[in-house]
C-alpha cells in the first residue's frame, strides 16, 4: 500500500519529499493516458466500429492480464487495416487532448535540464506532433504502415526493432541515461500501466498517474487526483 498523505490524490512510499528535481537528469513518459487523456489505437477503432473489441485488448494488456504485449498490439493493428489514412488526423486533432499539468510538469523539467523522453506502444502519427507541440527530446514510438492512403493493419520494423513494448520502453531509458552520462536513479518514469514496469522499475523515482492497480502497488508516486504537475508537489 502507498503510504496516506494529507493532500488529497497524491500517495508516496520509499522516498522523502522534497526531491531535488535537478538531481534528475531524465523524465520518461508513457503517451496514452498518461501525457495524453485517450487511448489513441482505441479511438482509432471507434471510427472503424471496432472500439468495443480493441478497447477490451488495451484494457487488458494495460492490466497486465496479456502475457505477449507484442502479439496483442498486432491483433489490434490488425483490426484497422483499411482505415483511411486521414482518419488519423482526425483522431489528433478531434479527440487528442494533453492531460492536465502535463506542460507545466515538463516545462519544469526542462528549465530544470532534464531531458523529456517520450516512450510508448502509440505511434509515430501522433508522437511526431507531440513532440513539436510539447518541445520533448527524443521519443520511440510504433510505425503503423501505409499503403494507397490507408493503413495495412501492420506494423513496420524499424532500425531498433519490431514493436516498442514495456521491455523497449526499458531499454531505451537505460539508452538515453548512458548518453547522458548518468545511471538510471538519475531518471523519473512516468506511467499507468503494466507495459510500463519495466522502466518503473530500472528508473530512481517511479510515478504512476491514475494507475492500473498492477502498476499503483509498485511505484513510488501515485497521482490519483489532479494533474501532472502534482508531482511537484514532492519536488524542491
Not at 502509440?122 to 504502415?145: H, I, K, Q, S, Y
Not at 517511479?206 to 499503483?216: I, L, M, N, T
Request: net charge negative; aromatic share 4%; hydrophobic share 45%.
Amino acid at each position: 500500500m502507498l503510504l496516506p498523505t494529507t493532500t488529497p490524490g497524491l500517495h508516496w512510499r520509499g522516498i522523502e519529499p522534497p526531491l531535488a528535481l535537478s538531481g534528475y537528469k531524465l523524465i520518461a513518459f508513457d503517451m496514452d493516458s498518461t501525457l495524453i487523456s485517450i487511448e489513441t489505437l482505441d479511438e482509432m477503432a471507434d471510427l472503424m466500429g471496432k472500439k468495443a473489441e480493441v478497447a477490451a485488448l488495451t484494457e487488458a494488456a494495460m492490466r497486465g492480464e496479456i502475457v505477449d504485449y507484442k502479439q496483442s498490439l498486432r491483433e489490434r493493428v490488425a483490426l484497422l487495416a483499411g482505415m483511411p489514412e486521414a482518419a488519423l488526423d482526425e483522431v489528433y486533432q478531434e479527440r487528442l487532448r494533453i492531460n492536465p499539468g502535463a506542460e507545466t510538469l515538463i516545462a519544469a523539467c526542462k528549465a530544470a535540464g532534464l531531458t523529456c523522453l517520450l516512450v510508448t506502444g502509440g505511434f509515430t502519427c501522433f508522437t511526431d506532433r507531440l513532440r513539436v507541440r510539447l518541445g520533448l527530446d527524443d521519443v520511440r514510438a510504433n510505425v503503423l504502415e501505409v499503403r494507397d492512403g490507408r493503413l495495412t493493419g501492420r506494423l513496420l520494423p524499424q532500425p531498433w526493432g519490431d514493436i516498442c513494448d514495456g521491455e523497449e520502453k526499458r531499454r531505451k531509458l537505460l539508452e538515453v541515461c548512458a548518453a547522458l552520462g548518468v545511471g538510471p536513479e538519475r531518471a523519473i518514469a512516468v506511467g499507468d500501466g503494466a507495459n510500463d514496469l519495466p522502466m518503473m522499475r530500472a528508473a530512481g523515482l517511479s510515478v504512476g498517474y491514475r494507475a492500473k492497480p498492477a502498476v499503483r502497488q509498485e511505484v513510488n508516486v501515485a497521482i490519483d487526483e489532479g494533474g501532472l504537475d502534482r508531482l511537484l508537489e514532492l519536488l524542491a
